[in-house]
């Protein structure tokens, strides 16, 4: 029976909140390693948010101690923490009592617990992927890419993912989210405020009482998990996987996500969508192939095409009246170098149109296109030097890109940079 088990093969066992609709769902689990009956998994989605350690307030350790010169430190662990910090481990972290206490009890039946077996030796049934031991395993992951995983909705709305959103903001073109999740670590996890976060327990630097994803991990056992989906009437069998149940299947191989574009009509608009990037354009029904033409480049687009990407942000400002998804494009543009797209991004960040207004943004992307040798860029770098907008007045610089403007024949930049000689 347990040869028929495969890394990268998805099982289904334990309900819990995903969609964020109040229901339970079932929970996706891929198998990560096969070792006899033991199947070591983790979930497919990051499933819920909380902090590694809820009681690690402002720190309450002591100073160091100095040696007797009063020089230095006595070389113990101890004498290397500053005052204000606080030790946590992980066996006495609240996430770890979390996941063994309310997680597991809220998700998984009493039936469905007689599968789980020790996740390691401090015999939890539900822990957290580990620093070393499993994330540079390169048969679970091999690659770092595939150690990303999603936050469902319900997950999702439990906290601020700065990380993804820095990391989607600097991006060149669409990027499928991923969640910033906690992972254990076996030593001691040094907090503090002076810290600004934590080292060797996260996929970042976060403060332990921050909201974080969390991926759990499990241990099953894969005899008793096969009983439990014959009296369910879902067979784990070879047979099984062929003739699968019309309802939820009980497990499934991993499919790699497919990026696809879907055209769609709404009487007299169309709807141009990509699910998988939360991609949703309407506008006036532009004919049959004006349609498919717009589908096909909204691919080019995601594929990171930078002329696409400016021109359907020109399409969702103009034509759609959908600054924030225009801004999204010109983004993208701009990231690769687009000038145009650099001076539109500016002024929707100057006006706070379809994006909070940002001034040291805006100054930043006029500067880039002044920079690449777009004349308005340069035109309006002059206005931001002049004015203080964005950056500290330098009127030097100010008459620079003004020169620079009306040598590329904006008259108006002229008459500025004369008005400051």
């Excluded at 006595?74 to 997680?103: H, K, M």
């Excluded at 801004?327 to 170098?337: M, P, S």
């Excluded at 797209?341 to 006029?366: I, M």
Aim: charged share 25%; hydrophobic share 35%.
């Amino acid at each position: 029976m347990n040869e028929q088990w495969k890394a990268g093969e998805i099982i289904e066992l334990g309900h819990y909140p995903q969609s964020g609709a109040g229901t339970h769902e079932p929970i996706e689990w891929k198998i990560l390693k096969v070792d006899g009956e033991r199947a070591f998994v983790t979930s497919v989605y990051a499933l819920d948010a909380q902090p590694y350690h809820a009681g690690a307030g402002q720190g309450t350790s002591e100073n160091p101690t100095k040696n007797n010169s009063g020089t230095g430190t006595t070389g113990t662990l101890a004498d290397l923490i500053p005052s204000g910090f606080q030790e946590v481990t992980w066996e006495g972290s609240t996430l770890r009592a979390w996941l063994n206490g309310y997680f597991q009890n809220t998700a998984f039946s009493t039936d469905e617990k007689a599968c789980l077996m020790d996740v390691d030796e401090l015999m939890d049934k539900v822990s957290l992927l580990a620093c070393d031991d499993n994330i540079n395993d390169a048969e679970m992951f091999p690659s770092d890419a595939s150690t990303g995983c999603r936050a469902t909705p319900y997950a999702a709305g439990l906290y601020a993912d700065d990380i993804e959103k820095d990391r989607q903001a600097s991006a060149k073109k669409p990027l499928l989210p991923r969640a910033s999740y906690w992972l254990k670590n076996k030593g001691i996890v040094i907090h503090g405020t002076p810290m600004e976060g934590v080292l060797g327990v996260s996929c970042g630097r976060f403060n332990l009482v921050d909201r974080l994803a969390v991926r759990p991990v499990l241990m099953v056992n894969l005899t008793s998990y096969e009983t439990l989906l014959q009296g369910r009437g879902q067979k784990g069998s070879v047979l099984g996987r062929l003739f699968k149940p019309k309802k939820a299947i009980a497990h499934r191989f991993e499919e790699e996500e497919k990026i696809s574009v879907k055209v769609k009509k709404d009487g007299s608009m169309i709807i141009l969508e990509c699910d998988e990037l939360d991609i949703h354009i309407t506008m006036k029904n532009p004919g049959e192939q004006a349609s498919q033409a717009l589908a096909i480049n909204l691919l080019k687009a995601i594929e990171g095409d930078a002329e696409t990407q400016y021109a359907f942000g020109e399409l969702c400002w103009s034509h759609c009246q959908n600054y924030h998804e225009a801004v999204r494009w010109f983004r993208y543009a701009a990231n690769q170098g687009h000038p145009i797209a650099q001076v539109n991004l500016a002024e929707a960040c100057f006006d706070g149109k379809g994006v909070e207004q940002d001034l040291q943004a805006a100054f930043h992307y006029t500067l880039e296109s002044a920079k690449n040798g777009f004349p308005q860029g340069m035109f309006n770098a002059g206005k931001c030097y002049e004015n203080g907008w964005g950056i500290e007045r330098n009127l030097d610089e100010a008459i620079k890109w003004y020169d620079k403007a009306a040598e590329e024949g904006i008259a108006e930049a002229a008459a500025l940079r004369d008005a400051l000689l």
